[in-house]
């Protein structure tokens, strides 16, 4: 069945190593998201990909790199890790913009990722 | 307006009861909201969604409620069961931006 799926599901990684966490979607959707969840905040956007090579920055981007050369793919990556960056990461897809047609977006299981 | 503390409010009931989870948005010009439901290590589901034009939209067992007015929105689940214990978020979107913004949650906890 078609799907949304990620990689790692749970990493650890010391301060300063580069992390890159991977999301597959084979729906062919266009709009690709990256959120991180911490309690007391929810759910904040990091980066989103309108499309193959387009990407643009969330709430908060600081400290992360994404890359999105093929549609069905949207790479995640921590380039030196920090203990702030401990956190529940969940990458998205959705056929196009929210509000636009009203479209949801499907969420995968998440990556646990910490930092020491 | 939205918890932004270290605690999630909780929301217990008694199984059977109806459940009613609340939520206040901060965008006045956000002109479509989506409820997710979102249980322990799984990522956020969708439940149910409603545009700003419309001010109620009924799914099964559950009921969205839009107050533009004062920016509420409201999550209504008759019969809660046991399976309804989760987390709920809701998000909204729209004007100059096609990014959702999600409340900080709310955990239903379902007492049998």
């Known amino acids: 069945d078609a799907g949304i799926t990620q990689s790692p599901r749970y990493k650890i990684t010391e301060t300063g190593r580069q992390v890159t966490l991977m999301c597959h979607q084979t729906w062919s959707h266009s709009y690709m998201f990256w959120y991180r969840q911490d309690l007391g905040h929810g759910l904040r956007l990091i980066y989103y990909s309108a499309a193959a090579d387009i990407t643009d920055k969330g709430e908060v981007p600081d400290g992360y790199v994404v890359s999105r050369s093929k549609t069905e793919n949207f790479p995640l990556t921590l380039e030196s890790a920090t203990r702030s960056q401990t956190s529940v990461y969940f990458c998205?897809?959705?056929?196009?913009?929210?509000?636009?047609?009203?479209?949801?977006?499907?969420f995968g299981e998440g990556s646990w990722l910490t930092v020491v | 307006g939205e918890s932004v503390g270290l605690h999630l409010p909780t929301l217990s009931v008694q199984e059977g009861d109806n459940s009613i989870i609340n939520c206040a948005y901060s965008n006045s010009a956000s002109d479509y909201f989506i409820w997710y439901k979102q249980e322990s290590g799984k990522g956020p589901q969708f439940i149910i969604d409603?545009?700003?034009?419309?001010d109620k939209r009924q799914g099964q067992r559950v009921t969205v409620l839009l107050n533009k007015t004062v920016k509420h929105l409201s999550l209504q689940i008759a019969a809660t069961q046991p399976g309804d214990s989760a987390v709920y978020f809701c998000?909204?979107?729209?004007?100059?931006?096609?990014?959702?913004?999600f409340g900080t949650g709310t955990l239903l906890a379902v007492q049998p």
């Open positions: 998000a909204e979107t729209g004007g100059a931006t096609n990014k959702l913004i």
């Open positions: 998205a897809s959705s056929e196009s913009a929210g509000q636009a047609s009203g479209n949801t977006i499907y």
């Open positions: 409603i545009r700003s034009n419309m």
